[in-house]
């Protein structure tokens, strides 16, 4: 029952930010919404899908053929390749955003070594395209959230057999005949779920977008609480943009409509990858070195480099360490929190198999489909709520009122991690106890165990990996989370996000180099684990030791 409870729980605390949400649409937006639907949501709501559609393409058109160039040839550097397409995923977009506008802007190196070569005399002379663009932008975003297809699409690539593929090339088909009419349609599902992810995160997305000057939803809404003052207009903003994450989950969903199709036309024989020669296997390498180069190594070198050159290591910001601190110690404790509540919530289904607790398990994953920027203004409400009974309940015992317990402290931020990551551990926990047979329990009940001592005998042993998957990924996304920590903050709290964002505003970014090559290098951790797992899947797939 205690496990029960905590699903509950957990769907309770997962949905509180939409009901509060709803509550402050619903108050008094006096003229300001007429404005807003005038000359603000047009705007917004144009840019907006123009930047879900170029990301769409551009990680699509990226993500698709890098995994299926790894997973079809054989060429030279296939191997390391196929380990550092996925790295991109471990740079922030808005770190990514401040470093190309440092390399591409008009006093950039780029186009200052143009100028020293053409004899030009100032941007005047000359067309360059601006990355402070909508253009710039999906550039920016694509080359760094291609890897969300990438790794959908090669998982699918990989597992797929011969059964199809080896008639077609009997009878003359090419490998592009084979990957448009075969192995495209049987990775749909996989990439339709790719691409949605990739769409989510752009839709949280607000320091690289703001730095490039695009005024999505997103930071409309942004503008619209904190620079217009309209808690009300943002929520109703907000509303909105819930209708188009719905819209894109539904997307998602249709795309995967076929999916019992794709998994039963695989067989045990794993298709070989074709041997490249001559001048095409190099172009297979160029093509998969690009993407990583721009969506990794460039920003990556260039902050290591900003390090070097301003002596960030030397003269060492004091205030980093307790930035660094505040991080993760904030990190540290939602990720304890999330994982509590998701693997209790899957242990609750496995012992009880009750519709409510199963509904609760599916809703309380939710959270990763809502911005950072909607969620922070909807747990406004409800942070509010409880602090203020908190007080009233204080005062009627006859002490003082505690003031804003958890609106006003970091623990709105937890929270909100809390809230958004859930579904990570939820994800994890179901993937690690499905591998656990129910023989077990079986077993364990005839012996006289409890739910309690089977968890601790038999459950946690044996999903001891998905525990640590699910913690080191929940750990890295709070590092790098900026919207809602951004709106919820407490005063004169900072994170490492929050650091790099303000020297970002001051127009210095260099300076927090140090703090963003620190995101950077710990989010490689389980980018690298990701390719590992994927790997090992696969071998065991093709029967390898």
């Given amino acids: 029952m205690a496990l029960g409870a905590v699903a509950v729980a957990a769907t309770l605390l997962a949905l509180a930010p939409f009901f509060g949400l709803l509550f402050e649409a619903l108050a008094d937006t006096s003229d300001i919404w007429s404005h807003l639907a005038r000359y603000v949501l047009p705007i917004a709501l144009g840019q907006t899908a123009l930047l879900l559609a170029g990301v769409a393409a551009v990680t699509m058109m990226v993500g698709i053929g890098t995994a299926w160039t790894v997973t079809t040839f054989e060429f030279p550097g296939r191997d390391t390749m196929a380990w550092l397409l996925p790295l991109p995923l471990a740079i922030p977009t808005y770190i990514v955003a401040y470093v190309y ?7 950039g190196p780029v186009q200052s070594a143009l100028r020293a070569v053409f004899g030009w005399h100032s941007a005047a002379d000359y067309w360059f395209p601006d990355v402070r663009s909508l253009g710039g932008t999906i550039f920016v975003i694509g080359f760094v959230l291609y890897p969300y297809v990438y790794l959908a699409g090669r998982a699918m690539f990989q597992t797929q057999g011969t059964l199809l593929t080896e008639p077609a090339r009997v009878l003359g088909a090419r490998p592009w005949e084979l990957a448009w009419r075969i192995s495209l349609p049987l990775a749909r599902p996989a990439i339709a779920v790719g691409v949605a992810l990739a769409l989510l995160e752009t839709l949280n997305d607000i320091g690289a977008t703001e730095y490039l000057g695009v005024q999505t939803l997103t930071l409309s809404i942004f503008a619209t609480w904190l620079n217009r003052g309209s808690l009300a207009g943002a929520a109703q903003m907000a509303c909105l943009m819930l209708l188009l994450v719905a819209a894109l989950i539904g997307l998602e969903r249709y795309g995967r409509r076929r999916v019992d199709v794709a998994g039963s036309v695989q067989d045990a024989c794993l298709a070989s990858r074709i041997a490249l020669a001559g001048r095409a ?10 993407p990583v180069l721009l969506g990794f190594l460039l920003p990556a070198g260039y902050l290591a480099r900003e390090v070097i050159v301003r002596g960030l290591l030397v003269g060492f910001d004091p205030d980093l360490f307790r930035y660094i601190l505040t991080t993760v110690t904030l990190a540290s404790a939602a990720t304890a929190i999330t994982l509590v509540l998701g693997f209790s919530a899957v242990v609750a289904l496995r012992h009880l198999k009750h519709p409510l607790i199963a509904a609760s398990v599916n809703v309380a994953g939710i959270g990763y489909a809502v911005p950072g920027t909607v969620l922070a203004l909807g747990l406004l409400t409800p942070l509010v ?38 579904a990570i551990a939820i994800g994890f926990a179901q993937a690690g106890f499905a591998r656990i047979s129910q023989e077990f329990d079986e077993v364990a009940r005839m012996l006289g165990a409890g739910p309690a001592e089977m968890a601790h005998t038999i459950h946690l042993p044996l999903a001891r990996p998905a525990i640590l998957g699910a913690a080191l990924l929940i750990f890295v996304d709070c590092l790098k989370e900026l919207p809602a920590t951004l709106l919820l903050r407490p005063l004169n709290l900072e994170t490492l996000s929050t650091y790099i964002y303000q020297f970002a505003t001051r127009g210095n970014f260099e300076e927090g180099s140090l703090a963003a090559l620190i995101i950077v290098m710990v989010g490689i951790v389980p980018v690298l684990l990701m390719t590992r797992y994927t790997d090992i899947a696969t071998m065991v797939g093709r029967g390898e030791n």
């Fill in 101 to 107: 506008v440092d390399i591409l802007d008009a006093l």
């Fill in 281 to 290: 296997r190099w172009l297979a390498l160029v093509a998969c070195i690009a």
């Fill in 385 to 422: 709520l409880v602090d203020e009974s908190i007080n009233a309940l204080t005062r009627a015992l006859g002490g003082p009122g505690v003031g804003l317990l958890l609106a006003g402290s970091a623990a709105a931020i937890i929270i909100a991690y809390v809230i958004r990551f859930l």
